[in-house]
């Protein structure tokens, strides 16, 4: 069979394009956190990587093929999953799946749905309300963007809802790619899943620390 | 056994006909359960009652009753073989449970497993899994000498870890996804440990996971809800030598 008819082949792959996933996730946090440099800090970093268009677009594609490859065989696992246990206990005790392992496919439909939401918002501008103007050395003002948007109302909510479901995505997820890869043990397994949901822990945090800073009023 | 206090329990139970029945729970009372007797021995009780009032009695696999042959298959308060670590449910003892108490029924519930009647399932799924690699091909002949391959200690440990699966088949009636991938990681892992496994252990890997989904379980995504159930204490780290095999079977 092939590799993406395969049980495991397709766990693989998502396996693999998850983790490329996550590394983007782990940097795009990092660049984000340059908001707390001010205005200067975020708009010279997102002038950095604007002016490397070929960069930018060669990695816009790859992350939409990765999204593409781990959504389609997710819905596609999920559908057969869900086919393969037609009739469910009337008293089901879980032992060791969580919330998270059992979320998978909905905090990834969440998640897709914010990526869109994100990139009509941050990227393409579209959403109304968004503030685009330039700063005093003409670059692209993303600090008053940021910060306007998250001072009140419904956005920063919606931001801070979507990065907890990144958080459980990302708590099972992470883990899983070490077992899926076959990068564990029975000694380091446990280890490596309670690493997974600190790493995602860490991520919520950082994360969700732009949009309560700024609805605090410290950045303004 | 007069001497021991009884229990009185309430069961609801899973009863269908056949495979086309569409099923129901019924409820029935267990009278004079002393704490010694074993679940299906409790069942036994119940049964012959039910004999004696003229009713059809509760069907459910049953063989050794001494935890070792895979053929118990009950989901006992929503835990296949009742949750008691390392424990098959003909090894679960009444002691688990008090007087009044009120225990849910049910057979193993999976596509793959469909119910022949109340609580047995139709368990050839795991069959074929095994026959589309679950062996090693040999020439038969003389009787090679019993040192003529030595094994390391740690190796036929491992093996016989992964050897210790009774193909019940609680890993997946635990899976919420149904999968069979302890049961065939279990397999896997033990064969390719070993030097009469080595030689087809690329295409055993793709084979029987093959059988697997052709069978109608589901994909493994690592809940490992089938380490907590399995009576056998199966761990999961032979999925991930699974995984590991598929990948070295990629690259043949």
Redesign the interface.
């Known amino acids: ?1 092939q ?1 993406t ?8 792959l998502m396996a693999i394009t998850g983790q490329l996933m996550v590394l983007f996730v782990i940097v795009h946090m990092l660049g984000n956190s340059s908001i707390f440099l001010g205005a200067n800090g975020i708009n010279a970093y997102a002038k950095h990587l604007h002016d490397l268009p070929p960069l930018v677009w060669a990695f816009r594609f790859s992350m939409l093929a990765f999204i593409l490859v781990h959504a389609w065989f997710g819905i596609q ?1 999920s559908v ?2 869900s ?16 919330l998270s ?2 979320s ?1 496919i909905w905090t990834g439909v969440i998640i897709a749905l914010f990526v869109i939401y994100h990139l009509l918002h941050f990227t393409v501008h579209a959403i109304p309300g968004v503030v685009t103007g330039v700063d005093a050395i003409g670059r692209f003002d993303v600090y008053t963007m940021v910060v306007n948007a998250f001072q009140s109302g419904l956005v920063p909510v919606i931001y801070i809802a979507a990065m907890i479901a990144v958080f459980l995505h990302l708590s ?1 997820g992470v ?2 790619f070490f ?8 000694n380091t ?1 446990p280890k490596i899943s309670n690493t997974s949901r600190g790493f995602s822990f860490v991520l919520l945090l950082g994360y969700i620390a732009i949009p309560v800073v700024i609805l605090a009023g410290i950045l303004k | 056994m007069s001497d021991h206090k009884t229990m009185t329990l309430t069961l609801i139970v899973w009863r269908q006909k056949g495979p086309n029945d569409p099923g129901k729970f019924e409820t029935y009372t267990a009278k004079g359960i002393t704490e010694h007797h074993s679940f299906l021995e409790m069942l036994d009780v119940v049964n012959e009652d039910l004999i004696k009032e003229g009713k059809d009695p509760i069907a459910f696999d049953h063989d050794c009753r001494e935890g070792i042959c895979g053929m118990c298959s009950q989901v006992v308060n929503g835990v296949p073989h009742g949750g008691q670590e390392r424990t098959t449910v003909c090894q679960l003892h009444m002691r688990t449970f008090k007087d009044g108490d009120t225990i849910y029924i049910e057979p193993w519930r999976a596509r793959a497993f469909p119910v022949t009647r109340d609580l047995i399932v139709d368990r050839s799924g795991l069959d074929n899994i095994i026959q589309a690699g679950g062996y090693t091909s040999c020439h038969t002949g003389g009787v090679a000498d019993g040192n003529a391959l030595l094994i390391p200690k740690e190796i036929a440990d491992y093996a016989m870890d992964a050897a210790e699966c009774i193909g019940c088949g609680a890993c997946v009636a635990s899976c919420p996804n149904s999968s069979a991938m302890l049961f065939t990681g279990a397999k896997v892992a033990q064969l390719a440990a070993l030097p009469q496994g080595k030689a087809e252990a690329a295409v055993r890997v793709c084979a029987m996971t093959d059988a697997l989904k052709e069978s109608g379980f589901g994909n493994c995504s690592n809940h490992y809800e089938c380490e907590a159930a399995c009576p056998k204490g199966i761990s999961v780290k032979f999925i991930a030598r699974l995984n590991r095999e598929y990948q070295k079977a990629l690259l043949k």
Do not use: D, F
């Open positions: 069979m590799i008819n395969s049980a495991v082949g397709r766990k693989l696992v057969e999953n086919a393969a246990t037609p009739k469910k206990y009337s008293v089901q005790k879980h032992l060791r799946a969580t392992s059992k998978m099972h883990g899983s077992q899926t890869l076959g990068w564990n043990n029975a397994l």
